[in-house]
């Protein structure tokens, strides 16, 4: 018997007319998930090409294996499932690497905006948030995101990272600790740098 909720039946009809290839039904369903997927990898990734190539990935599959869905988990969770592969197979096949944006703090910099310096501290912070969230081990970031931005129900996220929700629950809690600690490390490490 499928677990669907309610609103899930759309997605599933669309999925339905995906395998028997109506493309307005593919451009329909990628307008309903693309960015949900996209910011999930972007979260991830980092990387603005990468999150489009997992996005347009994941997509591909839908298209091929629409007819495979068996309706045992909601779309959006049979969707992440197929991201999260995708995902985690470009990032075994990449390197670290961690950049700033020059461009960016140099446009805030030269802006005639009064708020300038105070949108560049905002930018600062959330870049601190990124810094520590790369941190994380890629199970707990990929729980981070999926729990707090995405908004998931933790039993959704344990089917997504195939794992009990006991898992996912403990994930969160090790994730937002090591999030604790890096901020206040780093807070501290600024604050050092200014005296």
């Known amino acids: 018997m499928a677990l669907m909720a309610d609103g899930d039946d759309a997605a599933v009809a669309l999925l339905g007319r995906i395998a028997a290839r109506d493309q307005a039904a593919m451009a329909e369903f990628y307008r309903l998930f693309a960015r949900q997927v996209y910011a999930f990898a972007l979260r991830q990734l980092g990387?603005?090409?990468?999150?489009?190539?997992?996005?347009?990935?994941?997509?591909?599959?839908?298209?091929?294996s629409a007819g495979s869905f068996e309706g045992r988990s909601l779309v959006r969770t049979w969707l992440f499932s197929i991201a999260r592969f995708r995902l985690l197979d470009?990032?075994?096949?990449?390197?670290?690497?961690?950049?700033v944006d020059i461009d960016q703090v140099a446009d805030v910099l030269s802006s005639d905006d009064e708020g300038?310096?105070?949108?560049?501290a905002q930018q600062q912070r959330?870049?601190?948030?990124?810094?520590?969230?790369?941190?994380?081990s890629p199970e707990h970031r990929e729980c981070v995101h999926l729990v707090f931005y995405m908004e998931m129900?933790?039993?959704?996220?344990a089917e997504i990272q195939q794992c009990p929700e006991n898992t996912v629950k403990t994930r969160l809690f090790h994730a937002k600790r090591n999030l604790k600690r890096c901020l206040e490390r780093?807070?501290?490490?600024?604050?050092?740098?200014?005296?």
Do not use: I
């Not at 470009?90 to 950049?99: A, D, L």
């Not at 780093?186 to 005296?195: C, F, Y």
């Open 126 to 136: 959330a870049d601190q948030v990124a810094r520590c969230m790369e941190k994380l």
């Open 116 to 120: 300038g310096f105070a949108a560049l």
């Open 90 to 99: 470009r990032m075994r096949r990449r390197t670290p690497q961690e950049s």
């Open 47 to 64: 990387q603005h090409s990468e999150a489009e190539d997992v996005v347009v990935d994941s997509m591909y599959e839908v298209w091929n």
């Open 186 to 195: 780093r807070l501290k490490e600024d604050n050092d740098g200014r005296g």
């Open 153 to 157: 129900p933790l039993a959704e996220v």
